[in-house]
C-alpha cells in the first residue's frame, strides 16, 4: 500500500486517485505539461500554467544538463525556485534521449555514453549520473534511468535490454536513497518511478512488470509506446501489462499522447500522461476540440467570428475569434502561437477534469464511447 497515492474510485479499469506530494496534491488521471527545458513552448509563463489548471509540468533531464547545466540549476535553488512553479514537477531520467540519439550512442552496463545534439561533446549518463542530475534539478517525481528499445527490435536484444534496465532500476533507487539522505539535498522527499519495457512482447513486459513491482516503488510507468508501433499495438500491451503494476500506485505512460490515446489509456488504467502535441500542433495553428483537431491556417477561418469551441473558458476563447487567430498566423505573430498553446493545454487539463468526473460517477463506458465517437467523426471529415 502507498503511503502517498489514494485509490478514490474504480470504474472498470479506469481508476481516480491522488498523489500527495511535498510540492502538493496531484488528482489523477492528470496530463502533465511539457516543459521539456523549464518553460513551455510557446511563450507560456507559470502564471499561465496555473491559470488553466495545470497540476504538474515536466522537464527534460537531459537537455537541462547539456544547458544551462543541473549543477548551476542546483545553485540556483533547484528548478521550482528557478521557475516560479509551487506545484509538482516530473523530471525523466535521460533514458529516452538514449532510444532518439541512437546515431551517436555506446550502450554499456555503467551507462551510456554519447554526443550532445548542441555540439558534439562526449557525455557519460549511467543510473547514479542520472539520480544525481534530478536531485540537483530537485523535480518531485524523478525518472529511473532506462534504455528505450524499438518497437521494431528483435526478441534477443530486447529481453537483453529489458534485464539491464532492471539492473539500472536497482541502481538507481540506491542511489536516490542515498541522495535523500544528504543534509544538502534540495528535495529530500523526491520520489523515484520504475519503467516498464518490452517492446511488442507481452511476456517479456509481464515479466518485467513483476520484477519491478517488487522494488516497492513510488510509482511505475510504462515506456517505449508511442514510438513506431500502432494504436491497437499500444493499446494490446497496455492490456496485457497495466493488470501486472499496482493498482495501489500511480502508472504513468510515457510520452502519450492524442486525446483518444488518453482516453483508451485512462480506461485501460492509467493515471498519468504527457505529450508535447497539444503546445507542438498549437504553434502550428492546430487546436483541439472536443469534435476534433482543427487547423487555423485554413481560409476558411477568414471571416470565422466563434472562438475556437464554443463555452471553453481558456483565455484565448473567451476574448479571440478563429477570425482573428488565423490572422495572427498568416502574419506570423507570436501571439497566434502563444494563444493556441494556451488553448490547446487547457484542453487537455480540463479532458482530465471530465475524464476524473466521468471516473467518479460511475460512467466513464460512456463517456469513452461518447467522447471517440464524437472527436473521430470529425476528425475522419
Not at 479506469?14 to 492528470?30: F, M
Not at 543541473?70 to 528548478?79: F, N, Q, V, Y
Not at 549518463?125 to 521494431?152: H, K, V
Not at 471553453?312 to 493556441?340: D, N, V
Request: net charge negative.
Amino acid at each position: 500500500m502507498s503511503k502517498n497515492y489514494k485509490l478514490i474510485t474504480v470504474d472498470g479499469r479506469a481508476k481516480r486517485g491522488q498523489l500527495t506530494t511535498v510540492h502538493g496534491t496531484v488528482q489523477t488521471p492528470v496530463f502533465m505539461n511539457v516543459g521539456t527545458v523549464a518553460a513551455i513552448k510557446g511563450a507560456v509563463s507559470t502564471d499561465d500554467l496555473r491559470q488553466i489548471g495545470t497540476q504538474v509540468e515536466l522537464s527534460n533531464t537531459y537537455h537541462l544538463h547539456v544547458r544551462t547545466g543541473d549543477e548551476a540549476i542546483r545553485k540556483l535553488g533547484g528548478l521550482h525556485r528557478l521557475m516560479n512553479w509551487d506545484r509538482p514537477i516530473l523530471t525523466d531520467s535521460g533514458g529516452f534521449q538514449v532510444f532518439s540519439l541512437a546515431t551517436l550512442r555506446k550502450i554499456k552496463e555503467e551507462g551510456v555514453t554519447f554526443r550532445s545534439h548542441i555540439d558534439g561533446h562526449k557525455i557519460f549518463m549511467g543510473p547514479e549520473e542520472s539520480m544525481q542530475i534530478q536531485s540537483n534539478l530537485a523535480s518531485t517525481i524523478a525518472m529511473a534511468f532506462d534504455e528505450c528499445p524499438s518497437s521494431r527490435a528483435d526478441r534477443e536484444y530486447v529481453q537483453a535490454s529489458v534485464d539491464r534496465t532492471y539492473r539500472w532500476l536497482v541502481r538507481c533507487r540506491d542511489k536516490m536513497a542515498q541522495l535523500n539522505s544528504l543534509p544538502d539535498t534540495i528535495n529530500p522527499h523526491q520520489m523515484l518511478f520504475g519503467i516498464n519495457q518490452g517492446a511488442v512482447f507481452e511476456d517479456i513486459r509481464i515479466e518485467h512488470a513483476r520484477r519491478i513491482t517488487e522494488l516497492d516503488l513510488d510509482g511505475y510507468a510504462v515506456g517505449g509506446l508511442a514510438v513506431g508501433e500502432t494504436h491497437e499495438e499500444m493499446y494490446r500491451i497496455l492490456d496485457a501489462t497495466v493488470p501486472h503494476l499496482p493498482q495501489d500506485k500511480p502508472v504513468y505512460l510515457m510520452g502519450v499522447g492524442t486525446p483518444v490515446n488518453i482516453v483508451e489509456g485512462v480506461y485501460r488504467g492509467v493515471d498519468f500522461f504527457d505529450c508535447v502535441y497539444p503546445s507542438r500542433n498549437g504553434r502550428h495553428g492546430h487546436a483541439y476540440t472536443h469534435h476534433g483537431k482543427i487547423n487555423l491556417n485554413n481560409a476558411r477561418f477568414t471571416f470565422d467570428e466563434t472562438p475556437i469551441e464554443e463555452g471553453c473558458q481558456c483565455p484565448a476563447c473567451r476574448s479571440y475569434t478563429r477570425a482573428y487567430i488565423h490572422h495572427l498566423f498568416k502574419a506570423k505573430e507570436m501571439l497566434g502561437m502563444r494563444l493556441l498553446v494556451l488553448h490547446n493545454l487547457y484542453f487537455y487539463n480540463h479532458l482530465m477534469e471530465e475524464i476524473r468526473d466521468a471516473i467518479d460517477e460511475h460512467r466513464y463506458e460512456s463517456f469513452r464511447r461518447d467522447f471517440i465517437d464524437a472527436y473521430e467523426d470529425n476528425e475522419s471529415k
